[in-house]
């Protein structure tokens, strides 16, 4: 998995740590994630603990994911950080039905079974703690060979990603986050982080509109992720997050 940069870096105000996201420092974010977190600390295991980030595409879950990762090494945790990202199918699965296809992206984007296998199972109950990061680079189309990491006992599992809560992989996690965005912010958010990619906004609006947006509406619908969560983190404005507690 790539080393992503650090979006956050802890600072001082008025006496006390908090953290600055770009240049503004927001205590109320400080608090939720510290709250998630040790809600998290608070699950006896005596094993890794799993916990899901899931989030459609540019709702902000990966630095979400970055930044409870960071709050949970400062109490004093050992966190690992993998994604979804790292699991894609090869381009000849991931667009047999059609690049633009809705049902190909929910059905065929995702090594399933490679999630369980290299690191949900290894770090679950039973498992030896013998974990690998990731199986694909979808940006070079090249599988991945990572070497084969040993976890600590009390290692934190942050595993983020697009759909995560459904049925073939909600069972792998100890406790689940929803990242909740809007699809107009979402959408807005995506014409900043991914026009290089695309190379135009027209191809651009015509994956996230054709293909992404409504696979991740067919996913809530079917799944209802927001009633899966442990806690639901709404993230419009990553500044000021407003949280949902469930039950569990």
Not at 62 to 72: M, P, R, S, Y
């Amino acid at each position: 998995m790539p080393q992503r940069e650090s979006c956050i870096r802890m600072v001082a105000v008025d006496g006390r740590i908090c953290l600055e996201i770009g240049m503004t420092c927001t205590v109320e974010r400080e608090r939720v994630l510290r709250q998630i977190a040790e809600k998290i600390l608070a699950i006896p295991v005596s094993r890794p603990l799993r916990v899901g980030v899931d989030g459609g595409s540019a709702s902000g879950k990966t630095v979400f994911a970055d930044q409870l990762g960071q709050v949970l090494e400062g109490m004093g945790r050992d966190v690992i950080r993998a994604g979804l990202d790292g699991f894609h199918n090869p381009s000849e699965i991931r667009y047999r039905k059609g690049n633009m296809s809705m049902e190909g992206y929910v059905q065929d984007s995702f090594d399933y079974p490679a999630v369980w296998q290299c690191i949900l199972n290894p770090l679950g109950p039973g498992g030896d703690r013998q974990y690998q990061m990731e199986v694909f680079d979808h940006h070079s189309e090249e599988g991945r060979e990572p070497e084969v990491k040993t976890a600590p006992e009390g290692a934190i599992l942050i595993f983020e990603g697009v759909m995560l809560f459904r049925e073939e992989l909600v069972e792998g996690f100890d406790y689940r986050i929803k990242v909740d965005t809007s699809p107009e912010v979402k959408l807005e958010r995506a014409k900043k982080r991914d026009l290089a990619k695309f190379g135009s906004l027209e191809q651009l609006l015509e994956k996230y509109t054709k293909r992404f947006l409504p696979g991740q509406q067919w996913y809530r619908d079917q799944y209802r992720p927001k009633e899966i969560a442990n806690v639901v983190v709404g993230n419009d404005d990553p500044g000021s997050p407003q949280v949902q507690w469930n039950a569990g």
